[in-house]
T-cell receptor, first 114, second 107 residues
């Protein structure tokens, strides 16, 4: 049990729609990172939020956006869904934004785009 | 060439065997993480290393900064160790992940 929860666990959308995925971090963790994991691949870094500000972004287009709230929850929003967006989306919280911080992962949201 | 390479990609072993999973990386790093992912997606952090060696129960992780190489060892392997093991490396903030090693331990 990592203390990080994600919702929903599964989601089916059609191409062109918009989706919001949610993550509830451990209390006191002011950093959340979001990752996309395609089948058979390692997670790919989407972006990180630290104290409610974006603090780094991977190679993802602007239609991937996020928010972090003062209550340790966060959102990943994806607009204009494409078939290739089908993947497992993981959030991970940590005490701080540095790569040496221990990460606490949620169980992920499996997104299918038809 | 990927920044993080893991080997082997798949490993099947008998219960009780000594297991070694390798991770090589091509960039300078501040930290290396070993993670365990079970079916269904959940990821658990096993170790964070910046130098030397760490041990937790039957798991041992080592890192050689000069060689840009890390190993994860499992002693007295058990079927519950069956999972995907992922290596991730980081500079200051962003982590780059390997594709994982799928380990299956047969009773």
């Amino acid at each position: 049990e990592t203390g990080v929860t994600q919702s929903p666990t599964h989601l089916i959308k059609t191409r062109g729609q918009q989706v919001t995925l949610r993550c509830s971090s451990q209390s006191g963790h002011n950093t959340v990172s979001w990752y996309q994991q395609a089948l058979g691949q390692g997670p790919q870094f989407i972006f990180q939020y630290y104290r409610e500000e974006e603090n780094g972004r991977g190679n993802f287009p602007p239609r991937f956006s996020g928010l972090q709230f003062p209550n340790y929850s966060s959102e990943l929003n994806v607009n204009a869904l494409e078939l290739d967006d089908s993947a497992l989306y993981l959030c991970a919280s940590s005490l701080g934004p540095h790569s040496w911080e221990k990460l606490f992962f949620g169980s992920g949201t499996q997104l299918s785009v038809l | 060439k990927n920044e993080v390479e893991q080997s082997p990609q798949n490993l099947t072993a008998q219960e009780g065997e000594f297991i070694t999973i390798n991770c090589s990386y091509s960039v300078g790093i501040s930290a290396l993480h070993w993670l365990q992912q079970h079916p269904g997606g959940g990821i658990v952090s096993l170790f964070m290393l910046s130098s030397g060696k760490k041990k937790h129960g039957r798991l041992i992780a080592t890192i050689n900064i000069q060689e840009k190489h890390s190993s994860l060892h499992i002693t007295a392997s058990h079927p519950r160790d069956s999972a995907v093991y992922i290596c991730a490396v980081g500079g200051n903030e962003k982590l780059t992940f390997g594709t994982g090693t799928r380990l299956t331990i047969i009773p």
